[in-house]
């Protein structure tokens, strides 16, 4: 059992390091705070080939796997630079494509999004169905071999920036199938098309990714925006999410760290008694410590989840895990790092509580942390499902 990344892999982690030198943390945050989507900083890692880690090279990809995107996204996020579309659009959608789209679909998408000239969002989420996909009733209905995509999905990451949009969709009516699990397909929509509308809707925590609701009314789609096989799409789609959560395990992961080597630093400076740094003194070094630990076990399990993922394993169990523990661990980091700071954690000008919103959001998006608790119960442990 080797732990040692390659070379590579560790040059990847410290790109973080790299492009923070020309967009820090100060850059991400103006974005954020005005809701602008860090464009100049996307093109650089398009440019450095980083937005198609996970796309073959002979469509204009890294041709790497999860453990390097883990690390690209965790080496991000180590600089305060959390970026949402690296996953819904980056992994989620182009990696999806990547591995289960048309040769048609892959040489037609892929090359110009990995130039960072054409940006993807998933849509999955609905108004009513909340976290049971089941219940997805937006629905494209046949019309010969061509289907009219009518329904409305809801908190779609950076939608309005999008060209293009992963939705899942029934094709089946809900009442038509046996199986719960039959009737699920996956479409790429052009959000430009004809039917397709926009809402903005307005969150308290800042980013640059922006949230939406996407209403389709009729859109016409043909065999060629279908993703796999008509009516098979349900297993497929959940190894689709399960990169997302590895993937916010590697951005908690590097916002807690960022979070705790802010606090160190503070904490070697501020002198408040008898002329003896704050960090001497065990009532906050040992909760540094402890949670500096966290960091590092959730670190090591999204690691885990990812290597699982490149070998074509089943992945839920340690995607789900990852996310829990990341989660927990980078609230922590950060609720440390405020208390280290004192009265300067909540100002402007040290951007420490400014954090904590974001991995706040991360406890219960994308999957929150009771439904990933049953997931373990049950599919795990063999508990008797409880919901």
């Not at 410590?289 to 992945?315: P, Y």
């Not at 996310?323 to 405020?338: M, N, P, S």
Request: proline share 4%; hydrophobic share 40%; aromatic share 10%.
């Amino acid at each position: 059992m080797d732990f040692d990344l390659t070379q590579e892999q560790r040059q990847i982690l410290e790109y973080g390091d790299t492009i923070a030198r020309r967009f820090d943390r100060k850059y991400w945050m103006d974005c954020a705070e005005k809701r602008v989507f860090p464009e100049a900083l996307y093109r650089q890692i398009a440019e450095d080939g980083f937005v198609g880690t996970m796309v073959p090279e002979d469509y204009g990809g890294a041709g790497q796997g999860m453990v390097e995107m883990h690390l690209f996204l965790e080496g991000l996020s180590n600089n305060g630079i959390p970026l949402l579309n690296l996953v819904v659009g980056a992994a989620m959608s182009l990696g999806f494509i990547a591995k289960h789209g048309s040769e048609t679909q892959k040489r037609r998408y892929l090359p110009d999004a990995c130039r960072g000239n054409t940006r993807f969002c998933f849509a999955i989420t609905e108004p009513d169905a909340g976290t049971n996909t089941i219940r997805t009733a937006t629905i494209a209905k046949r019309r010969g071999d061509r289907f009219a995509l009518s329904g409305q999905k809801t908190f779609i990451t950076d939608a309005d920036g999008s060209d293009f949009a992963l939705v899942v969709a029934r094709t089946t009516p809900h009442t038509e199938v046996q199986r719960k699990t039959e009737g699920f397909t996956l479409f790429i929509v052009d959000l430009k098309a004809k039917g397709v509308q926009k809402q903005y809707i307005p969150v308290s925590i800042p980013a640059p990714e922006t949230q939406w609701q996407l209403f389709f009314d009729e859109v016409e789609l043909g065999p060629d925006d279908v993703v796999g096989e008509i009516d098979k799409g349900f297993g497929i789609l959940f190894k689709s999410l399960n990169p997302e959560r590895i993937l916010v395990g590697s951005i908690c992961c590097g916002l807690g760290r960022y979070a705790l080597n802010r606090a160190v630093a503070y904490s070697r400076e501020r002198k408040v008694f008898n002329n003896v740094p704050i960090g001497a003194y065990q009532g906050l070094q040992h909760p540094l410590a402890s949670t500096r630990t966290d960091i590092e076990l959730a670190s090591l399990m999204t690691l885990k989840a990812a290597w699982v993922f490149d070998q074509g394993r089943e992945t839920g169990e340690f995607a789900n895990m990852a996310k829990l523990a990341a989660a927990d661990a980078g609230i922590k980091a950060v609720d440390t790092a405020i208390q280290c700071h004192g009265g300067n954690g909540f100002t402007k000008e040290y951007g420490i509580f400014d954090l904590y919103p974001f991995v706040r959001l991360l406890k219960t998006a994308p999957l929150n942390r009771e439904m990933i608790l049953n997931y373990i119960g049950e599919h795990v442990m063999g508990l008797p499902r409880s919901y």
